[in-house]
């Protein structure tokens, strides 16, 4: 055998498999920014808030979106993901809903060099697809911190926690499901915040 077959052999090798091996495209998801009433007469009306950057107690916050199987078996989705970090979604989702409520004067976000009035400090408990058998469920779970900054005091804090059914198993279903959790949780946040 010649070395230019060698070599022609070679090339039809790597493009039959180069043609062969074809992923499924990458599928981006994000979260809805859910619609929100406007507040009248807060008792922040005049006061300003900055949204810290959620932590996660758990799982490392990234782009990849979590699912298990059972408390042992949890694996993330390889051709689906969200369209930022998970931290940053939930970062831009409550500075828009609490800037849409009108509930604070200015809602800032972590960056910010502005002054505070209060800071909202968040914990990430459980951001995942649970699936167990033919069960399919979007787990959202939060716990926030309402702190004055003037007097570094804890005003009050609360864990937020949904369990909602995906209609389908898949990563579509869940993403749904998990902007049905999240649209739950930030209204219970507003309404939590206001008294």
């Avoid at 990849?64 to 931290?87: C, T």
């Avoid at 003037?150 to 937020?160: A, H, I, Q």
Wanted: glycine share 4%; proline share 2%; aromatic share 12%.
């Amino acid at each position: 055998m010649t070395k230019s077959t060698k070599l022609a052999f070679i090339f039809i090798f790597l493009w039959f498999s180069g043609c062969s091996s074809k992923q499924a495209p990458l599928k981006v998801y994000t979260l809805n920014v859910p619609t929100v009433v406007k507040t009248s007469n807060s008792k922040f009306r005049y006061k300003t808030i900055k949204v810290m950057y959620p932590q996660s107690l758990k799982e490392k916050i990234s782009q990849k979106m979590r699912y298990s199987y059972s408390s042992a078996e949890q694996g993330v989705y390889q051709n689906s993901q969200w369209s930022n970090n998970i931290g940053k979604l939930l970062e831009g989702t409550l500075i828009q809903t609490l800037d849409g409520s009108r509930l604070f004067k200015a809602v800032l976000p972590y960056a910010s060099t502005a002054q505070e009035d209060y800071r909202l400090e968040s914990n990430i408990f459980a951001f995942s697809h649970q699936v167990r058998g033919e069960q399919s469920h979007a787990l959202v779970s939060m716990q926030f911190s309402l702190i004055n900054t003037d007097t570094g005091k804890l005003v009050k804090t609360k864990r937020f926690s949904y369990k909602v059914a995906t209609k389908t198993m898949d990563a579509k279903g869940y993403v749904e499901a998990t902007n049905e959790a999240v649209g739950r949780l930030t209204k219970d946040l507003l309404r939590w915040l206001q008294f």
